[in-house]
C-alpha cells in the first residue's frame, strides 16, 4: 500500500480539501504511476457535485493523467519504470463481452470501472482518480504518451481529446467532408484541432463574436454565429457531421437543419438535463441522424495519441497548483478558461 495525497469532494456542497490515502499494492499487470497532470473536465464538476445523482463520497475526480511509471507488477510486458503514460477515463471492463472483445470497452456491456466513482472488480472499493500524486492502473487501461508533446498538454487529449476524435473517426471526417463542430470550451476546442488535421472542412458555431479569430487560429475555415439566423441558414442542407459538444441544454433542430442528406449530428457534451425532443420531420425528410458518442475504447485512445503526436496536437491549457481546483471550477462554470485547466501534481507533492 502506498500513501497518496490528493483532493476530495466529501459531499456535494463541499468545497475540494487535502485528502490522504492508500493506493492498492500492485497486482501481477499494474502500473504505479506518479502523477505529473491532470486535466480539469466538467464531468469532475458534475461528480464531484452529484449533478448526475451517482456519486459515491469522498469524490477524488480526474481522468485526464499524464504521469511517469515508478514500478510495475511482475507480469507487465508493455512498460517499465521511466516511462511517459496516460490514463483516461476507465480503468477496467469485464473484457469478454461483444464490446469488449471489439476493443470498446467504454460501452462494456457488463459495465467498464471508472477512474474515479468507479467499483474496482475485484474488491468493489471505490476508485480515486487523478487530483492525487500517484495511480495504479492495470497495463491494459495505460496508454503510451508521445514523447514530441508537451505531457500538460497531452493530459486533456485523455477525455476532450479521445471524445471528439471518436465521432469524428466513426462518421469518417477527412477530405472533401464538411465538418461542424458546436461550441468552443475543451471539448470543442479539440474537435477542431483535430478535424482540421484530419483534413475536413471546418465550422465552428458558437454564440459568442469574441471567439471568431481563436477559433480561426485553432484551424476553423469558417466561424458561424448560431444565434444569427441569416449565418445559420447559409449553411442549411450541407454538413456531413456535425460534433455537438455543447454540455448544457438547447434546442437542436437549428443544427439538424444544417445536416445534408444522411448526415449525422453526434452528441458529445453531458448536460445536468436532457436537451428538448428535436422535431421528427427534420431526421425523417433528410435521413439523418442524431447520435451519440462516448470517449473511445483503449485502442482507438492510443490511435489519438499516436495521431497526435504525428500531427504536433495538443490541448490549449492553464496550468494550476492543487491549492486552486475550487476557484478553476468556478471559472469553469463561467467559460473563463482558454480552454482547460491543469493541475500540476508538483503543487501538491511540495
Known sequence: MTTTYAYAASDAKAKLAPFEFQRRELRAHDVQMEVLFCGVCHSDLHQARNEWKNSIYPVVPGHEIVGRVTAVGP?????????????GCLVDSCRTCPSCAEGLE????????????GADRETGAITFGGYS?????DEAFTLRVPQNLDPAGVAPLLCAGITTYSPLRTWGAGPGKKVGIVGLGGLGHMGVKLAHAMGAHVVLFTTSQSKVED????GADEVVISKNPQEMEAHANSFDL????????HD???????????????LVGAPEHDHPSPQVFNLIMKRRRL??????GIAETQEM?????????????????MQQINDAYERMLKSDVKYRFVIDLDSLRK
Open 106 to 117: 467504454q460501452y462494456c456491456e457488463n459495465g467498464f470501472v471508472g477512474t474515479y466513482n
Open 252 to 266: 437542436l433542430n437549428p443544427f439538424l437543419n444544417l445536416l445534408r442528406r444522411d448526415g449525422t449530428m453526434a
Open 215 to 218: 477559433a480561426k487560429r485553432l
Open 133 to 137: 500524486t500517484q495511480l495504479v492502473v
Open 291 to 296: 447520435a451519440g458518442s462516448l470517449i473511445g
Open 75 to 87: 507480469d507487465v510486458t508493455r512498460y517499465k519504470a521511466g516511462d511517459l503514460v496516460g490514463v
Open 242 to 249: 456535425i460534433v455537438n459538444t455543447v454540455a448544457a441544454q
Open 305 to 321: 495519441l499516436d495521431f497526435c503526436g504525428e500531427h504536433g496536437i495538443t490541448s490549449d491549457i492553464e496550468i494550476i497548483p
